[in-house]
């Protein structure tokens, strides 16, 4: 095998690792972007190289104990592509986000559902077999962090919806506070403004004319949106996101309402139970509930008249008895009857004694 054939198909690392790859090879754009078949190529390479020499513990790329692993990383890089130097900003860049998604997938796949559980410091079997350059050290760190207090505060506050004009005003600030240049500055000033307007209700937009567009004084391009992900399209952004925060409060108020609606329908059912219960316990009186019942007699003359039969009391009276409603109020007629006055042990009713 010739020198120069040996060169297309081997690559050498920083530590003196040979590494051969039939990645093929490709010149970047004026811009430092990757064309051609090679860079789709160039990209699964990054992110092969970025499991292997970032530490999944590593949650900031910018630290200082990554130094050295990003200069063997754009090493292997450069030895297996033909990149000028001009591409290691966008291709540490990538390798970064390469990391940071390696560090999601395991997370989802291992640990979310399983965060307060024992087992979660030991490796899976999947992690130990497909990803052997994972230590236990470095998933036992790796564990630590999800089960934080500061963790649980930053994923609360991911959850929350933020406004794109809030994205890039926090771009527009240095970490010590000051804007980082002077026309960052006139343009936040004019965001404060839009925002306090739109507080007030007298400010209003529609699709892409929002806050941030009105202040930068000029419309979004065709294939991406400012203030947001790279990979975040304007199709998904304002018609997803963005009528997402236009109807946030109806949503919610209807959450609230279902809510209701189901307190409600409890409330009903225990009622009714009630309800059912109330009229068993009227419809079959004891006789500690003698005041629920009404009763009126009117007296027969004609039984006063009657005979000394030993078949029928000497006196009667119709008597009607009556049950009070305590749901539905008033009262109703359970029985009409004759009650008999004066019965000796001698007399009957009906022939019965």
């Known amino acids: 095998m010739s020198q120069e054939h040996e060169e297309e198909h081997s690559t050498q690392t920083q530590i003196g690792k040979p590494r051969r790859t039939n990645s093929p090879r490709f010149n970047p754009d004026e ?46 890089i450069a030895t297996s592509f033909t990149v000028g130097e001009s591409y290691k900003k966008q291709a540490l860049k990538s390798c970064a986000d390469s990391a940071k998604n390696f560090r999601y997938d395991l997370y989802q796949a291992f640990v979310r559902d399983h965060i307060d559980e024992e087992a979660v410091w030991q490796r899976p079997s999947k992690v130990v077999y497909n990803y052997p350059t994972i230590s236990q050290d470095d998933w036992e760190t790796f564990i630590t962090y999800p ?61 892409t004319d929002d806050i941030l567009t009105k202040a930068l004084g000029n419309a979004e391009h065709s294939d991406r949106i400012r203030g947001q992900f790279k990979f975040v399209k304007q199709s998904q952004y304002f018609n997803v996101a963005g009528s997402y925060h236009e109807n946030a409060e109806v949503l919610d108020m209807k959450w609230q309402l279902a809510a209701l609606e189901r307190t409600v329908q409890e409330l009903c059912a225990k009622h009714s139970i009630n309800r059912e219960t109330m009229a068993e316990e009227q419809t079959a009186p004891t006789v500690d509930q003698h005041n629920s019942f009404k009763a009126s007699c009117t007296l027969n003359e004609k039984g006063a008249e009657a005979s000394d039969s ?28 004759r009650a008999y006055m004066e019965c000796v042990s001698t007399d009957t009713i009906h022939g019965i004694p």
Not at 163 to 189: D, Q, Y
Not at 319 to 337: E, K, P, R, T, Y
Request: proline share 3%; hydrophobic share 30%; aromatic share 8%.
């Open 31 to 76: 811009n430092g972007q990757p064309i051609g078949k090679g860079g789709d190529a160039l990209q699964s390479w990054i992110g092969v190289l970025a499991r292997e020499h970032i530490p999944i513990w590593i949650s900031d790329f910018r630290s200082a104990d990554l130094a050295q692993r990003k200069e063997r990383v754009w090493t292997e």
């Open 147 to 207: 089960r934080s207090s500061e963790f649980k505060r930053l994923s609360e506050q991911g959850r929350k919806y933020v406004e794109r004009h809030e994205n890039w005003l926090n771009m527009c600030v240095k970490p010590a506070g000051s804007f980082k240049n002077e026309e960052c500055k006139n343009i936040t000033n004019i965001i404060d403004d839009f925002s306090e307007q739109q507080t007030q209700g007298s400010f209003e937009y529609m699709g």
């Open 310 to 337: 030993k078949t029928m009391p000497n006196a009667s009276k119709e008597c009607h008895q009556f049950l009070s409603d305590l749901i539905n109020g008033g009262d109703v007629l359970v029985a009409n009857g």
